[in-house]
């Protein structure tokens, strides 16, 4: 079983940039990973994924062109780089472990435990 620890949310201002982290207690280049997020009273919805070699990558339209996802597969870890933020942007980010580079979460078999980000206007 792999666990995962997202970390690197906080409180911006609108414009600003975050980096969020997730570490992975196994090794994960057999793997897709992905970013999903959850604002409240809203369904978790996709953000972005990666394939196993790092070398695809998908964005939701709603943060195409500001958000960068990467991974070392070395550490074991999935990275995204959050640029231009905005207040619609708040919600708690969780990463995700899955077989297929997917936009469904339902494939996505391991789940970390989240990190705030919250966006001030």
């Known amino acids: 079983q792999v666990q995962l620890v997202e970390s690197g949310g906080g409180l911006v201002q609108a414009g600003g940039s975050l980096r969020l982290s997730c570490a992975a207690s196994g090794r994960t280049s057999s793997y897709a990973m992905g970013w999903f997020r959850q604002a409240p009273g809203k369904e978790r919805e996709f953000v972005a994924n990666i394939n196993r070699s790092g070398g695809g990558t998908l964005y939701a339209d709603s943060v195409k062109g500001r958000f960068t996802i990467s991974r070392d597969n070395a550490k074991n870890t999935v990275y995204l780089q959050m640029n231009s933020l905005k207040p619609e942007d708040t919600a708690v980010y969780y990463c995700?472990?899955?077989?297929?580079?997917?936009?469904?979460?339902?494939?996505?078999?391991?789940w970390g435990q989240g990190t705030q980000v919250t966006v001030s206007s």
């Open positions: 995700g472990i899955s077989n297929i580079p997917t936009t469904r979460r339902d494939f996505y078999v391991y």
